[in-house]
């Protein structure tokens, strides 16, 4: 399976402040997927982000609250702007690596943030 | 819109009893339905996908698209099968919509 290092794995930042996740892997993947799972709740997709293009936000996302970057086929980073006690969550990266076979979407183990 | 749902946070059974975990999809189109899961300390990681029709470490999932249902299914539980399960729609290539997940605990 893809290898994927996302860091910090978790944090604990004050109100107002900013955070950049950074999610490596180690081979060249076509797409890069941001997930939110906030306490007792699923998984969300915030994101997708392409290489060499803007990334494409789902409903009830912006680009001025979670920038994301895409400087190359294996990095990505999320940031998390201006955060507040509701942005306490997990944050996931996850790749489409098409060719890995069965398994295609390899998620990483995520970054715990606690906003206080 | 699309919608997961999965109705049971917990499920508790005994070793060697049959499970079922259950899960309802909401989507106008063709669906292209997967679970997955989350052992204890690990990464998040594919079971199985309704399209492969694979039966993966004992558990199958048939898609039956009249009831919109795509539950999970393994005759005989084993403890090494407790984990966090999650049910999950592709809206489009691999970006998913997952439902809420159900926590399996296999009790010896």
């Known amino acids: 399976s893809a290898v994927i290092s996302q860091k910090p794995s978790r944090d604990i930042c004050q109100r107002g402040t900013s955070l950049t996740i950074q999610c490596q892997v180690d081979?060249?993947?076509?797409?890069m997927f941001w997930y939110r799972q906030q306490p007792g709740q699923s998984l969300t997709l915030i994101a997708t982000?392409?290489?060499?293009?803007?990334?494409?936000?789902e409903s009830g996302f912006v680009i001025d609250k979670f920038p994301i970057s895409r400087p190359n086929l294996t990095f990505s980073t999320l940031t998390v702007s201006n955060m507040s006690p509701e942005d306490s969550s997990i944050y996931l990266c996850?790749?489409?690596?098409?060719?890995?076979?069965?398994?295609?979407?390899?998620f990483g183990s995520g970054t715990q943030l606690s906003v206080l | 819109a699309q919608r997961v749902t999965q109705p049971e946070k917990l499920l508790s059974v005994f070793k060697g009893a049959p499970v079922e975990l259950k899960c309802n999809y909401s989507?106008?189109?063709?669906?292209?339905l997967f679970w997955y899961v989350q052992y204890s300390r690990q990464r998040l990681q594919l079971l199985l996908r309704?399209?492969s029709r694979e039966s993966i470490k004992g558990f199958t999932a048939d898609l039956n698209k009249g009831e919109t249902s795509f539950h999970l299914k393994k005759p005989f539980a084993q403890e090494e099968d407790s984990a966090m399960y999650y049910c999950?729609?592709?809206?489009?290539?691999?970006?998913?919509?997952f439902g809420a997940g159900t926590i399996l605990r296999v009790k010896s």
């Open positions: 996850s790749v489409e690596d098409r060719s890995r076979g069965y398994e295609k979407l390899f």
């Open positions: 081979s060249q993947v076509t797409m």
């Open positions: 982000a392409n290489q060499g293009s803007e990334a494409t936000y």
């Open positions: 989507y106008s189109g063709s669906p292209e």
């Open positions: 309704h399209i």
């Open positions: 999950a729609l592709s809206m489009g290539g691999n970006k998913l919509v």
